[in-house]
């Protein structure tokens, strides 16, 4: 089941109430670009159903969780990426405050594109 906080700004990006550069969408999930990246290529993979954190995730998410992890490769090479092994990309999902962590709506950070980056 869906769920939305209205005080999210995820959720806003997933209700289209503030505007967001998208890369991907599906009926769950929503992949769109960093607003300030740190590789020539930056992606947020995002659930559109309102989950804090990798601490929060419950077994119900594990097949959405799968098909998460499974876009990633294709959503990098179609976004600029270089193929692996010479290419390759980085994910990162900051969890919770020592996890550096800002915005609590789960998300997935997809970095790549030729070095050097501006930052990480
Ligand atoms: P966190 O630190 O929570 O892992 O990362 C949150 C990320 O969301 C940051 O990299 C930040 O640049 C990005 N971000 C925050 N607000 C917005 C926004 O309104 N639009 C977009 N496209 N990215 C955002
Ligand atoms: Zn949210």
Redesign the pocket.
């Known amino acids: 089941m869906s769920h939305?906080?209205p005080s999210?700004i995820?959720?806003k990006i997933v209700a289209g109430q503030i505007p967001s550069r998208k890369a991907y969408e599906d009926e769950e999930i929503l992949v769109f670009h960093d607003i300030n990246p740190w590789a020539p290529v930056h992606l947020l993979i995002i659930p559109k159903t309102?989950i804090v954190s990798l601490a929060h995730v419950q077994p119900e998410h594990q097949a959405l969780l799968g098909r998460m992890m499974l876009l990633m490769n294709k959503l990098a090479v179609e976004h600029g990426c270089n193929p692996y092994p010479d290419g390759g990309f980085r994910i990162v999902s900051n969890t919770g405050r020592e996890g550096g962590q800002e915005v609590h709506?789960l998300h997935f950070h997809l970095m790549g594109g030729p070095r050097p980056w501006a930052r990480g």
């Open positions: 939305s906080d999210c995820f959720c309102h709506h």
